[in-house]
């Protein structure tokens, strides 16, 4: 009966949120369902028979879980997804709320859910998934999650409950995601870039996992994707990057090489889901990526291209893509509030060569003179501060010519700033 109160409930303040454009209603439902019942989700995955997808790591989780629903859906399958990116378990419970009858069924074939670094561990306690998809871990929000040693001692523990038809898609590329085979029972397959995907053997400065998480001895790389991505192995204890079973893939639905992982993970899911190559290759070629991650808005006759970049090595990435995409216009919006971290020191931990190839560079957020002094430090002068984020999206736009993009750097509560002020609507 009390379950039956808050489904109810809940899909009547989801409208009302809907209704007087509030947001989608993607975490208040939940939260108050979780509150009166903490076994809601627990309640409501064990009335159905929906075969569940987590996705964790630090980046890619939106990317990664758009991709396998988006194919899924194409195939005929029926799929639910916290598709606002709200991540924690409020998030997900009101997912699952808002996608059952009344009577707590859910209709549909897979959820799949990405799943906040620090709600991973949290959610297994209340749900055996059958899938597990773990993309990476990297230096993020270091107030809220700790080193990266933290979040995988966490997830550990967990893991050791996990049964043996729970399936496991691990990035055979960064060494503390490939030593949690070691820590379950779990059916474990891998992905990683094939050899020619990846760079020399340097190093990045915002590298995080350098040393064997069996041993403690430095890891050596043959060679390196970016930041501690790459082809290693430890020269001590002989632990090495494990055999890969998707290096490859006919078709990349977005840029950049962190996407080229995304694709791999999903791709593995997918096939492992008995999806055909053919299948799947259609999916991503008709792929549209998700809010803020590389998704193009018009605004104002112009296109504005939005690259959520949350810590070093997401903005390395970002930036990297969109010189390869020869980007001319950039506007960067630094928030510390708190999805992004109040601590914004990572951002002298980011690369920025060839800055001063851009012809113009915009400055916004809460922490905008932060982001100046930082591009200051690169030598740069042609850059502009905004107070104003509104006036700041509305100057670059004007500045950016006709056939070019305007590219927006944003973190996250900025980003979800940016895209209400192009869009007029919010997310959350």
């Not at 501690?228 to 090489?257: A, D, M």
């Not at 605004?299 to 930036?319: A, D, G, H, V, W």
């Not at 940016?418 to 869009?423: A, F, L, V």
Request: with cysteine.
């Amino acid at each position: 009966m009390l379950n039956f109160l808050l489904i109810v409930s809940g899909k009547f303040l989801a409208k009302i949120f809907q209704i007087f454009n509030l947001g989608s209603g993607s975490t208040w439902p939940g939260h108050i369902a979780l509150n009166l019942n903490r076994y809601f989700i627990k309640d409501l995955l064990a009335n159905s028979a929906i075969r569940t997808i987590f996705i964790a790591g630090t980046n890619g989780k939106t990317t990664t879980s758009s991709l396998i629903q988006s194919a899924l859906t194409e195939t005929g399958k029926k799929t639910i997804q916290n598709t606002a990116g709200a991540n924690l378990l409020n998030g997900i419970a009101s997912t699952l709320l808002l996608n059952t009858t009344i009577l707590g069924k859910l209709d549909a074939d897979y959820a799949v859910f990405e799943v906040d670094e620090n709600t991973l561990p949290l959610l297994l306690k209340y749900a055996t998934p059958d899938f597990v998809v773990l993309l990476n871990v990297f230096r993020d929000q270091l107030d809220r999650y700790g080193e990266v040693n933290t979040i995988l001692a966490h997830w550990k523990t967990e893991f050791t409950t996990l049964p043996k038809n729970t399936m496991l898609i691990l990035n055979a590329d960064d060494p503390q995601i490939a030593y949690l085979a070691k820590s379950t029972q779990a059916t474990v397959r891998y992905f990683g870039l094939h050899n020619s995907q990846f760079g020399d053997n340097k190093l990045q400065h915002a590298a995080d996992s350098v040393y064997c998480p069996h041993c403690g001895h430095k890891l050596t790389f043959e060679a390196v994707a970016f930041s501690h991505l790459g082809n290693w192995h430890c020269q001590k204890c002989s632990f090495k990057r494990p055999l890969i079973e998707t290096s490859s893939f006919i078709v990349y639905p977005l840029p950049g090489l962190y996407n080229k992982y995304n694709t791999l993970a999903a791709a593995l899911v997918l096939k492992n889901l008995n999806l055909t190559d053919e299948q799947i290759q259609d999916a991503f070629t008709n792929f549209t990526p998700a809010f803020g991650r590389q998704e193009v808005i018009e605004y104002k006759n112009k296109r504005i291209q939005i690259f959520l970049s949350k810590n070093p090595t997401s903005f390395n990435q970002s930036f990297t893509t969109i010189k390869e995409l020869r980007g001319q216009t950039l506007l960067l919006v630094l928030n510390d509030r708190v999805p992004d971290g109040r601590d914004v020191s990572w951002i002298w931990d980011v690369d920025l060569p060839d800055l001063d190839k851009f012809k113009q560079i915009f400055i916004a957020g809460d922490r905008v003179y932060d982001m100046a002094l930082r591009i200051k430090y690169e030598g740069i002068t042609h850059f502009k501060p905004f107070e104003e984020l509104e006036e700041a999206v509305d100057e670059a736009v004007k500045h950016t010519e006709k056939d070019e993009t305007l590219f927006v750097l944003p973190t996250y509560s900025a980003m979800l700033e940016t895209r209400k002020i192009i869009t007029g609507k919010s997310i959350l």
